[in-house]
């Protein structure tokens, strides 16, 4: 067996979903397959690369340096061929056309884009939907964005795209602080089956499908429902006792709001930088990559709910944000 460049992938999309299951669903391949697979690179590599664990698998330190180098490999792989005219965003003062969803990440992330790229111009386009942001990159008319899919359902998209994961994370519940529930550590998604619920409406890539598949594992189906995405309202109602609703890890809770993880993380979302090939040099693709998964740590950092689902979950150490390119 001789290394190739879908081994590498294979190694990426694992250390990104954190799961060989999950990452056997965005390669399309069977989890024994996928296993199968990891055991002939490893044997092939010397040395272990993961290390398996109740609640996934974590990359082992030879681990960090083989991916580490594997996104290198493919990001150089990707360049080969390519024209790098005078269209590409950022060369020669060009303008980056980035669009966003809704992501804690992008004000941070131009700040330090302007202080890391100081010759990289940036404009801005916020739109809700990560499908809607697929089809304006389709288009043309955007250069990257900022969006997100959820595992088991993988963004899909043509080969003119490349995509590359920021984080993986865990959805949790915001709750009025004199909810019933507000006492738990872990909120079971089926206690909350007879709450009303806020939920984001369809973003074109997998939501609200997922939360609704979830909810049906949990054995119900939310029998009333708002659909709403415009955050400080939202929050403003959660903390009036109207209802509850499934949030970003990263949110910050105001007054009267209280954020708490579901037990046993039914939900999941993968945050993602999306951009052209022929339009974003693999340069600019790793600034904006780096930088973003840079800010995305801080704010889970500043996260205390988030950090103490970490220590439970992964024995008193938060975990690694973890990101790969996409496959």
Same mark, same amino acid.
């Not at 879908?6 to 799961?19: F, Y």
């Not at 060989?20 to 024994?32: H, N």
């Not at 369809?202 to 049906?216: E, K, R, T």
């Given at each position: 067996m001789e290394l190739e460049l879908r081994h590498l992938r294979v190694l990426c999309a694992i250390a990104d979903s954190g799961s060989v299951g999950r990452a056997a669903a965005v390669l399309g391949f069977t989890q024994p397959a996928l296993s199968t697979q990891l055991r002939r690179i490893e044997r092939l590599l010397g040395e272990g690369l993961f290390v398996r664990g109740n609640t996934g698998v974590e990359l082992t330190a030879y681990g960090v340096e083989v991916v580490s180098r594997a996104r290198d490999i493919l990001s150089r792989a990707e360049a080969l061929g390519r024209r790098h005219g005078n269209g590409s965003p950022g060369a020669g003062g060009r303008t980056l056309r980035l669009g966003v969803t809704n992501t804690p990440v992008l004000p941070d992330l131009l700040g330090n884009l302007r202080e890391g790229c100081p010759d990289l111009t940036v404009s801005v386009c916020s739109v809700y939907a990560t499908g809607e942001l697929l089809?304006?990159?389709?288009?043309?008319?955007?250069?990257?964005a900022l969006g997100m899919d959820y595992p088991g359902l993988p963004l899909?998209?043509?080969?003119?795209?490349?995509?590359?994961?920021?984080?993986?994370?865990?959805?949790?519940?915001?709750?009025?602080?004199?909810?019933p529930l507000a006492h738990r550590v872990e909120v079971p998604l089926e206690?909350?089956?007879?709450?009303?619920?806020?939920?984001s409406s369809d973003d074109g890539v997998g939501w609200p499908a997922a939360f609704l598949d979830a909810c049906?594992?949990?054995?119900?189906?939310?029998?009333?429902?708002?659909?709403?995405?415009?955050?400080?309202?939202?929050?403003?109602?959660?903390?009036?006792?109207?209802g509850v609703a499934v949030v970003q890890p990263t949110i910050?809770?105001?007054?009267?709001?209280?954020?708490?993880?579901?037990?046993?993380?039914?939900?999941?979302?993968?945050?993602?930088?999306?951009w052209?090939?022929?339009?974003?040099?693999? #340069?600019? $693709?790793?600034? *904006?990559?780096?930088? /973003?998964? %840079?800010? @995305?740590?801080?704010?889970? #950092?500043? $996260?205390?709910? *988030?950090?103490?689902? /970490?220590? %439970?979950? @992964?024995?008193?150490?938060?975990?690694?944000?973890?990101?790969a390119v996409g496959p």
């Amino acid at each position: 067996m001789e290394l190739e460049l879908r081994h590498l992938r294979v190694l990426c999309a694992i250390a990104d979903s954190g799961s060989v299951g999950r990452a056997a669903a965005v390669l399309g391949f069977t989890q024994p397959a996928l296993s199968t697979q990891l055991r002939r690179i490893e044997r092939l590599l010397g040395e272990g690369l993961f290390v398996r664990g109740n609640t996934g698998v974590e990359l082992t330190a030879y681990g960090v340096e083989v991916v580490s180098r594997a996104r290198d490999i493919l990001s150089r792989a990707e360049a080969l061929g390519r024209r790098h005219g005078n269209g590409s965003p950022g060369a020669g003062g060009r303008t980056l056309r980035l669009g966003v969803t809704n992501t804690p990440v992008l004000p941070d992330l131009l700040g330090n884009l302007r202080e890391g790229c100081p010759d990289l111009t940036v404009s801005v386009c916020s739109v809700y939907a990560t499908g809607e942001l697929l089809r304006l990159l389709e288009a043309g008319e955007l250069d990257a964005a900022l969006g997100m899919d959820y595992p088991g359902l993988p963004l899909r998209h043509s080969a003119a795209l490349a995509h590359r994961a920021i984080n993986t994370v865990p959805v949790f519940v915001a709750m009025h602080s004199g909810h019933p529930l507000a006492h738990r550590v872990e909120v079971p998604l089926e206690e909350l089956s007879e709450d009303t619920w806020f939920v984001s409406s369809d973003d074109g890539v997998g939501w609200p499908a997922a939360f609704l598949d979830a909810c049906d594992a949990a054995g119900f189906v939310p029998e009333s429902t708002h659909e709403f995405h415009i955050l400080e309202q939202l929050q403003a109602m959660i903390a009036m006792g109207l209802g509850v609703a499934v949030v970003q890890p990263t949110i910050r809770p105001i007054d009267g709001v209280l954020v708490k993880p579901l037990a046993g993380d039914p939900l999941w979302q993968r945050h993602l930088l999306v951009w052209r090939r022929e339009a974003v040099e693999p #340069a600019v $693709a790793e600034a *904006l990559h780096h930088h /973003a998964v %840079r800010v @995305y740590r801080h704010l889970l #950092a500043q $996260a205390p709910h *988030l950090q103490s689902w /970490a220590a %439970r979950a @992964y024995g008193g150490r938060p975990p690694s944000p973890r990101h790969a390119v996409g496959p």
